[in-house]
């Protein structure tokens, strides 16, 4: 018998904005599909928390999402445990710098992998269960992915590589399946640091001030995925208004 509440498998889930994201899904009457690759310590005490107050509501998946058989691996435990799946969230990512004359071959492939690749295979993999729900993708994209950052060509590029793959697929899926992305600002710091006078010149370059808070992404998410019934192909930035000033 399928499984009547709504199931979200979310990548990149144990952590950061992808524990936020799970929460909020979970608070609207998702089942979630934790996946996580090195984060099994936090991955086990978010599904352990979620589960004790909803039994049986969260699955652990664990997976390098750059190996062939982890996104379609996903999927089907994913189906073999809810027996449905309404909605994908790529929300797994890498960042890192890639300075020109520094830059090699396995950091293009290793940012490919994480930013488009995997998206790509894991959208295929379960674009069968999506039809048959009419569930809905979100890709967790990049303002930087319109705009170049300084020393991240590698990082822009993949990202940008998203935001078309958002839009092929809003048109390859439809009508059953709506593909959407969230472009985040300055919500969560990344934890390689940022120096004081980065941040506040970044700030200073959005139109309200101030970073925002992963709430906000999850909470674009969310609409996303069970509001915008008529909404595909498009990308919501959550920034601040920091983009109208790149």
């Not at 729900?133 to 967790?140: D, E, H, K, P, T």
């Not at 970073?211 to 995925?225: I, S």
Request: overall charge positive; hydrophobic content about 50%; glycine content about 6%.
């Amino acid at each position: 018998m399928k499984q009547a509440r709504p199931v979200a498998l979310v990548t990149g889930a144990a952590r950061r904005v992808g524990a936020v994201i799970v929460r909020r899904l979970h608070a609207a009457g998702y089942d979630i599909a934790l996946h996580h690759r090195a984060s099994a310590a936090e991955a086990g005490a978010l599904a352990e928390e979620l589960n004790a107050a909803r039994p049986d509501s969260v699955l652990r998946l664990q997976g390098e999402l750059a190996e062939d058989a982890v996104p379609p691996r996903l999927v089907k435990e994913c189906l073999a445990r809810f027996g449905r799946l309404d909605a994908l969230v790529n929300n797994a990512s890498a960042f890192y710098p890639t300075p020109i004359g520094e830059t090699t071959p396995a950091q293009f492939d290793e940012l490919f992998a994480a930013n488009a690749r995997a998206p790509f295979f894991l959208a295929q993999a379960a674009a069968p269960a999506l039809r048959a729900a009419g569930g809905a993708i979100v890709n967790l994209a990049d303002i930087y992915g319109e705009r170049p950052l300084r020393h991240h060509t590698l990082y822009c590029m993949a990202k940008a590589a998203l935001l078309m793959l958002t839009r092929s697929l809003a048109r390859e899926l439809a009508p059953e399946v709506r593909v959407n992305a969230v472009a985040p600002g300055a919500v969560l710091w990344p934890e390689a640091g940022k120096a004081e006078k980065e941040k506040a010149a970044m700030l200073a370059a959005t139109a309200l001030g101030r970073a925002g808070d992963p709430t906000d992404v999850a909470e674009a998410v969310r609409w996303l995925l069970q509001d915008a019934r008529y909404t595909t192909g498009e990308v919501i930035r959550v920034d601040g208004g920091r983009s109208l000033n790149l």
